[in-house]
C-alpha cells in the first residue's frame, strides 16, 4: 500500500488534495475495474431481487479493488481504488435495474393484459447502456452544484471514501480509525450472519430481523418497528439528526396513520397488504420530494448561475469532465434511444423525446434527495413518470413502462455518479477520471446484467424470486391500465396538499432560524416510502450521532464516520455473500 498521509474525513466531507506524482488512471486500474464491473454486474440482479432492495456497493467494490490490487502491488493507492470503485458503483446501478426488467415481465406474464414488453439479451444490453450513459452525461455538471457548493452528505460516498482512506493509509490516528472502522464492520457483519444463520445449517438459529411497535394499527403488515440492522443505524449517523427525525415524522404518517384512514374509508379491500399502502402513499410521497427538490433548485438559481459560469468560463476546472462533451454526448445518446424504442420497442419518438426532457428535472430531485438521506427515489419517480404517461397516454401500459425505464435508468446512473464524485472529492481524485470510468463500466455493466438476468427468469416466473419495487412497478401499470381515474380520489387531493407542504417547508427552511424547527421536506417525502423499520432504526443512529458530537466534539470527529461506515460496509459486504450463497443453492429456505 502507499505511504500517503491519512486525512480526517468530517461529516460534510473534507477537500483532499492528491499528491504530486500519484498516479489515478493506470492500465491496471482500468482492467481491474472491468472485472469489478462485470463481478458486480453479474451478482447484483440475484442481490437486488432477493433482498428487495439494492444494498450499498460502492463500500464492497472498493474492497474487492483493494484486494484485486491492494495486497499485490506496494505502489497502489487510494485514487486508483476510487476508479475501481466507480467502475463497481456503475455497474451495481446499471443492474439495479433488473426491478424493472422484472417488471416488465410480470406484466407479461399476465396473460389477461395480452402485452409482452420482456427484452432480449440484446435489446437489454442497447437499453441499458444508452440510457445509462445518458444519466451520467445529464449529472456531470451538477457535481459544482451538488457536492462543491452545497456540500451535501452523499453518506454512502462518504462512507466509501473513509474506507478507501483507511486502506491506504499509514500513522498512529489512522491505524486507530482503522480499528474503529474493522471492529465496526465485524458487528455488523455478526449480526447479519446471526440473523441468517438459519439459512447456513439447518436448525441454526437466526435472531429477529425486526422488533414491532404493538401500539401501531396494523403494524405486521406495515412493518412498523425497529429494524436490528448496522448498516440503517450508521447510515442515520451520517445523514444527521434533522433529517432523520424529518424522515420518522413521515413515516408515521405513512405507515401508522395512513393504513387504518384507509382502512376506515374502505380504500383498502380486505386481505390488503403493505404495498396495496404504498400505491396509495406514493402520490403525496413523491409530490413532497419533487416539489421540494424544484423548489430548491428555484431559490438558488443563482448559485445555479454561477456554477454553469463556473463549468464554461476561463475559471473552469481543467479537471473536470469538459462540458462541450456533454453538449455533444446527450443528444447523440438521445436520438439513440429515441431510434432503439421506436424500431424495437414500438415507442413513437415523441413519447421518448418527452421521457427524456421530464427526466432531467426528475433526476435533479433524486440528487437532492439521495444527497439528503442516502436514499435514491428510483422508484418514486419512476412511478411518476408512470403518472404522467398515464395521463398522456391513457390505458398504454407499454408507454407508461417505457418510459419510466428512461427515467430509472436516468436516476439511478446519475446518483451513482454524484456519489462517486462525492468520494472523490474527499479524496482528491480527478472528476474527469471519474467519469470515464463510468461511463466505461455502464456497457460492461449492462452485458453483465443482459447475459444474467434470462437465467433467472424462471424463477420470477415462478414466483420465488421477485421485489417489492418490481411489484410496485407492476401494480401502478394496472391501475394507469384503467387511466389515471381508477385512482382513488383521495391519492389526488394527498399529492396536491402534500406538493403545496413540499413548497412552503422548503421556501421557510432557506432562513437558517427556522430551518432547525422545520422537518424537511425531503426527509418526510422519503420516509414515507422507506420501510418504516429502516427508517426508525436510521433516526436512532441520527440521535446517537447527535449526542456523541455534542458530549465529544474531538472524538466524534476521529471515529463517528469511521464507524458508521463500517457498520455501513459489514452488512454490505456480507449481504453480498449470503446472495451468492444463495445463488449457488448453498442456503437452506
Given at each position: 500500500m502507499s505511504s500517503s498521509n491519512s486525512s480526517t474525513v468530517g461529516i460534510g466531507g473534507v477537500v483532499g488534495v492528491k499528491p504530486a506524482g500519484a498516479r489515478e488512471l493506470t492500465l491496471r486500474a482500468v482492467l481491474v475495474s472491468i472485472v469489478v464491473a462485470a463481478i458486480i454486474a453479474s451478482s447484483y440482479p440475484y442481490v437486488v431481487l432477493k433482498l428487495g432492495f439494492g444494498p450499498n456497493i460502492s463500500v464492497v467494490s472498493a474492497f474487492l479493488g483493494f484486494l484485486a490490487l491492494g495486497l499485490v502491488f506496494r505502489n497502489f493507492n487510494r485514487w486508483e481504488n476510487n476508479l475501481i470503485e466507480t467502475a463497481g458503483t456503475a455497474a451495481g446501478q446499471t443492474a439495479f435495474l433488473c426491478t424493472l426488467m422484472v417488471a416488465f415481465d410480470l406484466l407479461s406474464f399476465d396473460e389477461a393484459l395480452g402485452i409482452d414488453i420482456s427484452l432480449s439479451p440484446l435489446q437489454s444490453f442497447i437499453w441499458l447502456s444508452l440510457a445509462?450513459?445518458?444519466g451520467v452525461l445529464l449529472a456531470v455538471p451538477m457535481r459544482q452544484h451538488y457536492v462543491v457548493d452545497e456540500k451535501l452528505p452523499f453518506p454512502d460516498g462518504i462512507a466509501a471514501a473513509q474506507t478507501m482512506i483507511v486502506l491506504d493509509s499509514r500513522g498512529?490516528?489512522?491505524?486507530?480509525?482503522?480499528?474503529?472502522?474493522v471492529l465496526a464492520a465485524l458487528v455488523s457483519a455478526a449480526r447479519f450472519v446471526a440473523a441468517n444463520l438459519h439459512r447456513l445449517f439447518e436448525g441454526g438459529k437466526s435472531i429477529a430481523e425486526e422488533v414491532h411497535f404493538s401500539f401501531v394499527p396494523h403494524f405486521q403488515k406495515v412493518g412498523a418497528g425497529l429494524e436490528l440492522g448496522w448498516l440503517s443505524l450508521g447510515s442515520g449517523m451520517i445523514v444527521g439528526l434533522r433529517v432523520t427525525l424529518s424522515m420518522i415524522v413521515g413515516g408515521i404518517l405513512a405507515w401508522c396513520i395512513t393504513p387504518s384512514y384507509l382502512v376506515e374509508h374502505a380504500i383498502l379491500k380486505e386481505g390488503w397488504k403493505r404495498n396495496d399502502v404504498l400505491l396509495w402513499v406514493m402520490w403525496p410521497a413523491t409530490g413532497m420530494l419533487t416539489a421540494g427538490g424544484l423548489t430548491a433548485l428555484f431559490l438558488k438559481w443563482k448559485v445555479l448561475r454561477r456554477t454553469f459560469q463556473q463549468l464554461t468560463g476561463p475559471t473552469s476546472d481543467a479537471r473536470d469532465f469538459p462540458l462541450r462533451w456533454v453538449a455533444i454526448g446527450v443528444p447523440v445518446l438521445a436520438v439513440g434511444l429515441i431510434a432503439f424504442q421506436h424500431y424495437s420497442l414500438g415507442q413513437a419518438w415523441w413519447q421518448t423525446a418527452l421521457a427524456i426532457v421530464l427526466s432531467l428535472?426528475?433526476?435533479?430531485?433524486?440528487?437532492?434527495?439521495?444527497g439528503e438521506t442516502n436514499w435514491g427515489p428510483i422508484s418514486a419517480l419512476s412511478n411518476l413518470m408512470q403518472g404522467v404517461f398515464g395521463m398522456i397516454k391513457p390505458g398504454d401500459i407499454s408507454?407508461?413502462?417505457?418510459?419510466?425505464g428512461v427515467t430509472g435508468s436516468v436516476c439511478a446512473e446519475s446518483e451513482g455518479l454524484m456519489q462517486d464524485y462525492k468520494a472523490g472529492h474527499i479524496l482528491g481524485t480527478t472528476p474527469r477520471y471519474l467519469t470515464y470510468i463510468q461511463l466505461m463500466a455502464i456497457p460492461v455493466g449492462a452485458l453483465a446484467v443482459s447475459l444474467i438476468y434470462p437465467l433467472l427468469r424462471p424463477e420470477v416466473q415462478a414466483g420465488t424470486l421477485t421485489s417489492p419495487i418490481s411489484k410496485k412497478w407492476e401494480g401502478f401499470a394496472k391501475i394507469l391500465a384503467g387511466g389515471v381515474e381508477a385512482v382513488p380520489q383521495s391519492a389526488f387531493v394527498a399529492l396536491i396538499v402534500f406538493t403545496l407542504l413540499g413548497i412552503l417547508l422548503t421556501v421557510l427552511e432557506q432562513k437558517a432560524e427556522l430551518r432547525r424547527l422545520l422537518p424537511s421536506p425531503t426527509g418526510m417525502g422519503i420516509g414515507m416510502l422507506v420501510p418504516f423499520s429502516v427508517v426508525a432504526t436510521m433516526a436512532l443512529g441520527g440521535i446517537v450521532g447527535e449526542i456523541w458530537q455534542r458530549s465529544s466534539p474531538q472524538t466524534a470527529e476521529k471515529y463517528l464516520i469511521p464507524l458508521a461506515s463500517g457498520f455501513i460496509a459489514g452488512e454490505a459486504l456480507l449481504g453480498t455473500v449470503f446472495a451468492g450463497l444463495a445463488a449457488a443453492g448453498l442456503l437452506h429456505g
Open positions: 445509462g450513459c445518458l498512529p490516528q489512522a491505524r486507530l480509525s482503522a480499528l474503529a472502522m428535472p426528475l433526476m435533479l430531485v433524486g440528487l437532492r434527495v439521495l408507454a407508461n413502462m417505457v418510459a419510466s
